[in-house]
């Protein structure tokens, strides 16, 4: 077998080499398999432990990975169970030994690919996993990603180019023509609007409304009012008659963000408008009809809401039809440099820039930062690099000063940085970041935040931020 051959008849069309994660802890299984698959253009990343495995997988993006089963320390079980519970669109295969099928057949249940016997015939292993990478790799040529972009309004594209977010894409894909709902989980900046944004444009509701609001940004009364609609005389300000979002998106699509902030009350009247297809204007005995799609998102997790009753198992299932969950940026640090460089294109060209690049130093600082932000934070530091930048290339000096400090690529889980990754510590220096951009214009920064004006007024009061 030659390198040479090999490569040049290598299968995989994409300039990205197909990489795998090989878990075992006989080195020379390993270096074996490694060889083998390395001659044949495969990137074959081993390890010998599951933690070492686990630390590599948090850092690098896999095509499929492979694991025994039987191994001291983490077990293979253990090893897939992690794996499927951070990325569970990952494709894993076990290897094991005749005395542990039962283990295999588990692992199986629990969501591995197949299982293989040892001892291992790498030629058998290398056809298998070569038949199987040329099945992702043509799945990929497909470019759901690209077709979503295309239907998008101009400003909104869905981009990257790790696994996670073609995966995203090719969920979007799959339901976007259906009826089903929708909910839409991650942390804040992620791109759940977005997200769902992609959702109704790929779906035959395009030509009727996209209606979204923000059930954290109003008051329980005035949350009601703006859903349901209200007749005149309603109530005190009730002048005149206003339909509300549910009757705004009739034959479109309603987009609940922050739908974990809902009080149980009016989540109580959402599931009835869900199930009966029915709703009445707060002072009208009439029912109206209405055909919507509803998606819904949160960064909180439901799951707990709905052990301490905050938040209704039965609206929970009823929204969570299908569960597309969005990466943070950390964890999908490949997409960063795509992502830096079309902002740096966008920002340039409204305000009236003349930005060619991004210096490599200053890329360098981009992807060893961990975005607590994340993509609406990267965002608004390539704002504020195109703003104050002086020539063609954008430089490590035009970043956020804290995003360019020599340790933030330090271990985000030592001692010493807990303090500074509390959510509510994050989120205020966020917000002061923000409106340092903003020159203190509240309007701009929580258009920038991506909240209501309303709802940045009271983070302001709660963190004591003047």
């Not at 198992?313 to 969005?326: E, K, Q, T, W």
């Not at 210096?359 to 965002?379: C, F, H, I, K, T």
């Amino acid at each position: 077998m030659q390198q040479a051959r090999s490569v040049k008849g290598n299968i995989f069309m994409n300039e990205k080499l197909p990489r795998i994660l090989l878990i075992d802890d006989e080195e020379n299984c390993q270096r074996v398999i490694r060889d083998v698959f390395n001659l044949e253009g495969i990137d074959c990343v081993t390890a010998s432990s599951g933690m070492k495995a686990l630390e590599y997988f948090e850092r690098m993006d896999f095509d499929l990975v492979i694991s025994d089963i039987k191994m001291p320390g983490m077990t293979g079980i253990e090893i897939l169970r992690s794996i499927k519970q951070k990325k569970p669109e990952t494709i894993v295969i076990m290897l094991t030994g005749y005395g542990s099928i039962d283990e295999a057949v588990k692992a199986i249940k629990l969501g591995a690919y197949q299982y293989i016997l040892k001892p291992v015939i790498v030629e058998d292993l290398l056809a298998q996993i070569k038949e199987l990478l040329g099945k992702i790799d043509s799945e990929r040529s497909v470019s759901p990603l690209e077709n979503i972009s295309k239907s998008l309004p101009a400003g909104k594209t869905l981009l990257g180019k790790s696994t996670r977010i073609r995966n995203v894409a090719k969920l979007i894909s799959k339901i976007a023509n259906t009826d089903l709902s929708v909910l839409i989980t991650g942390e804040s900046g992620t791109g759940k609007e977005l997200a769902s944004t992609a959702i109704h444009y790929a779906s035959d509701r395009i030509n009727n409304k996209f209606v979204a609001i923000n059930c954290a940004a109003f008051p329980d009364t005035l949350l009601e009012s703006e859903l349901f609609g209200y007749e005149k005389g309603a109530f005190t300000d009730a002048r005149t008659s206003k339909p509300g979002k549910i009757e705004e998106a009739d034959k479109g699509t309603l987009f609940l963000d922050e739908i974990g902030d809902m009080k149980p009350s009016m989540q109580a009247k959402l599931l009835r408008v869900l199930e009966e297809k029915e709703f009445q204007r707060l002072g009208s005995n009439k029912s109206k009809h209405v055909d919507i799609r509803v998606i819904s998102a949160t960064n909180r997790d439901l799951k707990s809401a709905l052990e301490d009753g905050s938040f209704r198992p039965d609206l929970y299932y009823r929204l969570n039809a299908v569960n597309i969950v969005m990466p943070p940026l950390r964890e999908i640090r490949e997409d960063i440099p795509i992502l830096a460089n079309r902002f740096a294109k966008d920002f340039s060209d409204r305000l009236n820039r003349n930005i060619m690049r991004i210096s490599d130093d200053a890329m360098a600082a981009l992807q060893r930062y961990n975005w607590p932000g994340n993509v609406r934070e990267l965002a608004n530091a390539l704002r504020r690099a195109v703003a104050l930048c002086d020539g063609p290339e954008i430089n490590k000096y035009d970043l956020p000063p804290h995003i360019t400090m020599e340790d933030s690529s330090e271990d985000i889980s030592s001692p010493i940085k807990q303090k500074s990754l509390m959510l509510e510590d994050v989120e205020r220096d966020h917000i002061i970041n923000v409106l340092q951009i903003a020159k203190g214009n509240k309007s701009l920064a929580a258009t920038m935040l991506g909240i209501h004006r309303d709802t940045l007024l009271r983070k302001l009061k709660r963190y004591g931020i003047n």
